[in-house]
């Protein structure tokens, strides 16, 4: 993985995706979970779980997008070279 | 690992302040260490004794304390956004002469550089936004 | 030992105070000797725009607080021209000269970095 991009906003996936890099992973949190509902391309996919399901979405994140807990969260940090944070 | 953070958003303003201490808290216990939790913007609020959580409300204040106290992360407190959002140590209460010192003694108000060297000095560096 | 550090400006100059915070920040690791850029992005490009006053509001002019980076040693300021035709800004507009960057140099300007930041 070259760079793991938190994206914590729906709002915050505009400036996002235009520079995502096909080896890039992306991490949704916050309110960037509500983003899971659909299908994303570009990277690869996981989204916070406290938040999903805190928000009730947990029956909604769609199939391709790996829910991920914050321990995962700490590994994927571990296995990128950088991180970028995206918050409109 | 050596992992630094920085927290731009104010406790209950936010989730940004949340998110950054559980990350932390997952990160002691994986075995990493964490150099510095570097609190900007409205960050710097975490600091705030005087807050009273509700009893049904984590308090994030006293959340990042016992990781300071228990756990010995360095909480670093940006000094210029903290003075003019009233966060203060004693030493700037003094400075200043204000009535009362509103930072905990576990956060050390610190300056800029304090924030590079915290990238310099670490293998991994998260902005946690507000 | 110097990093590079990228910092990614996609806020407006006025509507918060995190604007001119981060401008902060960039002095010091300009002056701390760190291998910065900066990418203004989205609406951080208005940080640029010319003809700004500040003191309209009581406050400093974040144009003119770029304006001091290369004094800081800090020279690499990009930014981005699909977020420049979106605005309908360009280098006329700007207080300041930049590089121009579509986003396929963009990717390749983060995968240069050690640390990226806001």
Known sequence: MATLHLVNKPAAWEGCHPLLDPKDAVLLIEDGTYLAQQALNGAAFHALEPDVRARGLSRRVHPSIRTASFDDFVRLVESCERVVTWSA | ?130 | MAKRILFLLNRTPYGASHALEAIEAILVAGVLDQKVSVLFTGAGLYQLLSDQDGGALGGRTVGKMLGALPEYGVTDLFACRPSAERLGLGDANLCLPVAWLDHAEQRRLINRQDIVTS
């Open chain 2, 1 to 130: 690992m050596v992992i630094s953070i920085a927290v731009h958003g104010a406790p209950y303003a936010g989730a940004g302040s949340r998110t950054a201490l559980r990350f932390v808290e997952s990160a002691l216990r994986l075995g990493h260490r964490v150099h510095r939790v570097f609190f900007y913007h409205d960050g710097v609020l975490a600091a705030a004794e005087p807050g009273v959580a509700p009893q049904d409300e984590e308090d994030l204040h006293a959340g990042w304390v016992r990781l300071g106290e228990t756990h010995g992360v360095e909480l670093a407190v940006c000094i210029a956004n903290a003075l003019k959002r009233g966060m203060l140590d004693e030493t700037e209460r003094d400075r200043y002469e204000r009535k009362a010192a509103t930072a905990h003694p576990a956060f050390a108000i610190v300056g800029l550089g304090q924030l590079i060297e915290a990238m310099t000095a670490s293998d991994r560096f998260v902005t946690f936004a507000a």
